[in-house]
């Protein structure tokens, strides 16, 4: 494969990506703007507002050297749903998740921590681990 024919499959890839991104993050910052708390409380909503600026803003800067597609796509896909349950249930916190059933039994700590990381939800994945440069987790 010559080196324009790589560089246009990449740019194929990244440019509806960034467009994506792009827009998940206006979105964001744009329900900060008219954010509501749930209980219709001035300074909560304020309070809640910041949250969700800040938080957006931390996370898309931390995730800005990604490169890899699956890794930006997952990314976007916990973005939009923290976007949406934000919305539904006027919460802009994340939501705890439930431990498997079991996990907690008499069994090698590896198999728990594989239980453990295949049940975190999606909207939760900036909080398991760190992510290395090239995308890959690091432990």
Known sequence: MSAPTLLKTANMFSLPQRARVLDL???LIRLSKT??????DAAQSAKESE???LETRTL????AHLTDPKVIEAHILEG???????MHYKNPYPRLSNLPKSSMANRSMKRNQRVFDESVPAYLRSYKTGIDKSGNKSH
């Open 25 to 27: 993050y206006k979105r």
């Open 35 to 40: 954010w509501t708390s749930a209980s219709g």
């Open 51 to 53: 949250y969700i600026k």
């Open 60 to 63: 898309f800067r931390n995730n």
């Open 80 to 86: 939009e749903s923290r976007l949406e349950l934000a």
